[in-house]
C-alpha cells in the first residue's frame, strides 16, 4: 500500500487514503491546523500528513547536511553499518563512518531531535484519533508510527535512551532512560494496540511486520514467526516522495548521489558486505559519471534502489515477514531441503508480486530482479553456514532501510559473533582517524544532559 510523504510538516498534502490503493482523495485547500481545530475529525487528514512527515524525515531523511538536509535512520544507521562510505569532509559524518562517535556530534543531536518529534507527533495524532474516529484507518497507522519510532531507537542508539513526553499545555516532562529491551516492548505495546483497533488489512499488515521485527529484536523467534504468518509477500507499506520542494525529496537518494556525501559501500573495512562486488540485481550499485564524492578523492557510487528524488521507501514488506519466518526455523533448527527456512527463504524469490513494488522505486533503465534461482543446503554451504545465508539475503533484500545496523548488532548478541569479525575494522581511509574504533551503536547527544534524570548511556553493548 502506499502512503504520501507529505514534508512540511502542518501543511495538506495530495493523500492516497487506507481503504484502497488507487482511488486518490485530494485534499483541496492546504492549510494550518491550529490546536482548536483538532476537535474536528474532518482536519485529521491534515494532522495525518504532518506526522508521515515527521516520520519520514526521522527514517529517510531529506538529503545530508551541509547540502540543506536532515539524515535520517537509514542514513546514519547505514554508514555506521557496512552500506555507505564517506565520501565528504564533514567530520561528523567521518566519525559515524569511523565507528568513533562523540556526543557532541551535531548532526547525531539533529537526527535524535527529530526521532523524538517523530515519535512525539505520532503518539499525538494517535490520542486525537482515539478520540475523534477511532474507527478510521488512520488510527492503528498513527499507532504503528509510534512504534517504529520506539523501535529506531532501540536498534540504533545505546541502552539508557530517555523518552520525554510533553503535557497538553506543552510543557516538557523529562523521561528515564529505557534499556533496549524496556524501548521494544513499548514498540510492541504498540503495534499490538494498532492491531487492536485495526479493520483494515493493509494496516493490520503493517503493525504485524512492525511487530514482528520487534520480537525478533528481543530474541522471541517464535512469537515473531507467529506475528507475521499471516502478512502476504506481496505486502509493501510505502513512503513516498516527490520532486516539490527539498523536504519532499527522498533524502537517501539526494544524500548519495546530487550531495555527494554518502557513497554505496563494498566489503567496507575488510568485514563488511560485498554489496557490489558479488553482483545481485537487489542491491543495484555503479560508478557516479563524476567519479569522486563531494571530497574529490573518494569513488562516488551511485545506489539505484532510489533512483530519483521522488523514489519511493518501503517501511514494511512482506517479504521482511518471510525473511522473519525463516528465522525462526533456523532458531527451530528447521533446516533441511524443503523445510521452513528454505521455503521461507524461497518464496519471494519466485513471488513475481513480491518483487514488483522493489522494481519499480529504482532508476529508470535499471532491469527488474526477474525469478532468482531458489536456495538450498548447498547454498548454506557455500555461504559459510546457515546463518550467514540467512543474513546474506536479508541484507539484499532489506537493504538500504534502515535494517542493517539492527542485523550486525543482532550478529554479535543473538548469535555470538565477535564485534569486529562483523563491523567494519581495520585501517581507515580518511585522515581523521588511523583505524576504526570500537562503537556498534549511537551515543546519546549532549543536549540530553540537560535531562535532570539522564547523564549517559547506560552502557554501549550491542
Known amino acids: 500500500m502506499r502512503n504520501t510523504t507529505l514534508l512540511l510538516f502542518a501543511a495538506a498534502f495530495s493523500l492516497v487514503p487506507l ?26 487528514p491534515t494532522l495525518r500528513a504532518g506526522v508521515i512527515g515527521d516520520f519520514n524525515l526521522a527514517y529517510t531523511g531529506d538529503g545530508a547536511d551541509g547540502s540543506g538536509g536532515v539524515e535520517g535512520a537509514i542514513m546514519y544507521g547505514g554508514l555506521l553499518a557496512d552500506e555507505w562510505i564517506n565520501s565528504e569532509t564533514f567530520p561528523t559524518r567521518i566519525e559515524v563512518d569511523a565507528r568513533t562517535i562523540h556526543v557532541t556530534n551535531a548532526d547525531l543531536d539533529t537526527w535524535f531531535r527529530t526521532l523524538s518529534r517523530s515519535r512525539r507527533s505520532a503518539e499525538d495524532a494517535a490520542g486525537r484519533y482515539a478520540a475523534l474516529a477511532k474507527t478510521d484507518p488512520g488510527y492503528p497507522e498513527m499507532l504503528s508510527l ?3 519510532t520506539y523501535l529506531f531507537f532501540a536498534e540504533n542508539f545505546c541502552n539508557g535512551v530517555p523518552i520525554s513526553q510533553a503535557t497538553p499545555s506543552g510543557a516538557l516532562v523529562y523521561g528515564t532512560p529505557l534499556s533496549n529491551a524496556q524501548l521494544l516492548d513499548s514498540a510492541v505495546a504498540r503495534f499490538d494496540s494498532a492491531l487492536a483497533v485495526s479493520g483494515d488489512a493493509d494496516m493490520s499488515n503493517f503493525a504485524s511486520v512492525g511487530k514482528g ?54 566489503s567496507e573495512g575488510v568485514n563488511g558486505f560485498p554489496f557490489r562486488s558479488v553482483a545481485d540485481p537487489r542491491t543495484p550499485i555503479v560508478l557516479d559519471v563524476a567519479g569522486t564524492g563531494f571530497d574529490g578523492s573518494t569513488p562516488l557510487y551511485d545506489n539505484l534502489r532510489y533512483g530519483s528524488r521522488a ?69 548454506a554451504v557455500a555461504a559459510g553456514g546457515a546463518v550467514k545465508l540467512l543474513f546474506n539475503e536479508r541484507a539484499r533484500w532489506l537493504w538500504l532501510t534502515a535494517h542493517r545496523l539492527s542485523d550486525l548488532r543482532r550478529l554479535i548478541r543473538q548469535y555470538g559473533r565477535p564485534t569486529e569479525s562483523v563491523f567494519p575494522t581495520g585501517p581507515y581511509f580518511k585522515v581523521q582517524f588511523t583505524v576504526y574504533g570500537t562503537d556498534v551503536n549511537f551515543p546519546i547527544p549532549i543536549d540530553e544532559q540537560n535531562n535532570p534524570n539522564f547523564t549517559q548511556c547506560t552502557d554501549r553493548l550491542p
Open 19 to 44: 481503504a484502497g490503493c488507487n482511488d486518490p482523495l485530494r485534499v483541496t485547500d492546504p492549510d494550518i491546523v491550529t490546536p482548536g481545530q483538532l476537535t474536528d475529525p474532518s482536519k485529521l
Open 146 to 148: 509510534a512504534g517504529y
Open 213 to 266: 521485527r520487534a520480537l525478533l529484536d528481543l530474541g522471541s523467534f517464535a512469537a515473531a514467526k507467529t506475528a507475521v504468518s499471516g502478512v502476504p509477500t506481496s505486502f509493501a507499506y510505502f513512503l513516498d516522495h516527490s520532486e516539490n520542494t527539498d523536504r519532499e525529496n527522498n533524502g537517501v537518494f539526494r544524500a548519495n548521489i546530487p550531495d555527494q556525501r554518502y557513497s554505496a559501500a563494498d
Open 311 to 379: 523514489a519511493s521507501i518501503t517501511l514494511a514488506t512482506g517479504v521482511e515477514a518471510r525473511l522473519i519466518e525463516a528465522e525462526a526455523a533456523l532458531q527451530a533448527g528447521d533446516t533441511a531441503n524443503g523445510g521452513g527456512f528454505y521455503t521461507a527463504l524461497n518464496d519471494p524469490r519466485a513471488n513475481e508480486a513480491s518483487r514488483s513494488y522493489f522494481d519499480a522505486t529504482t532508476a529508470p533503465g535499471t532491469p527488474a530482479i526477474g525469478v532468482l534461482a531458489n536456495l538450498s543446503p548447498a547454498s
